[in-house]
Each structure stands twice: as C-alpha cells, then as structure tokens.
C-alpha cells in the first residue's frame, strides 16, 4: 500500500519514488542521509529538492504508514 502511494505521488508531480520518500522525510524534520551508489543516484536524489509534499500528501502517507505492520527503526543506533 504505502510502495502505490509512493508510486502514484511520483507519477502526478513527475518525480521518482525515492525523490517522493525523501522528501517526505524532509517534510517530517528528518536529516536524511542517502546512500549513493553511483552519480546518477546522486541526481536523482537531487531532485527531491525544491519542492513540497501537499499537507494532503504527508497525511495520506503518513495514514498509510501508520498501518503497516512493520515500523521502521527511528534510530539505527537505538538499542532495545
């Protein structure tokens, strides 16, 4: 569910899925730090860049993630 969200978000603003997840994170006060492998993926995560989610879009992301099963680690460094 939350990969279409990513994917339909993507296809309406012309931006790629990672472009979208990343700027999200932005969107949410997160210092994001990328892995790039290539210069190309190092474009690409550029293009994150200079625009915002609508408060529509973090919302329905936000609605979606928040039903996952799964939660994702806040802080890699954080022990249990």
């Known amino acids: 569910p939350l990969l279409g969200a990513l994917e339909e978000i993507a296809a309406a603003r012309g931006k790629t899925c990672s472009q979208v997840a990343i700027n999200w994170c932005i969107s949410k006060g997160v210092l994001v730090i990328?892995?790039?492998?290539?210069?190309q993926q190092a474009i690409d995560n550029l293009g994150c860049l200079?625009?915002?989610l609508s408060a529509a879009e973090v919302i329905e992301l936000?609605?979606?993630?928040?039903r996952l099963p799964v939660k994702?680690?806040?802080n890699v460094f954080q022990t249990a």
């Open 62 to 66: 936000e609605a979606i993630a928040a």
């Open 50 to 52: 200079g625009w915002r």
């Open 34 to 39: 990328v892995g790039i492998r290539n210069p």
């Open 72 to 74: 994702a680690t806040q």
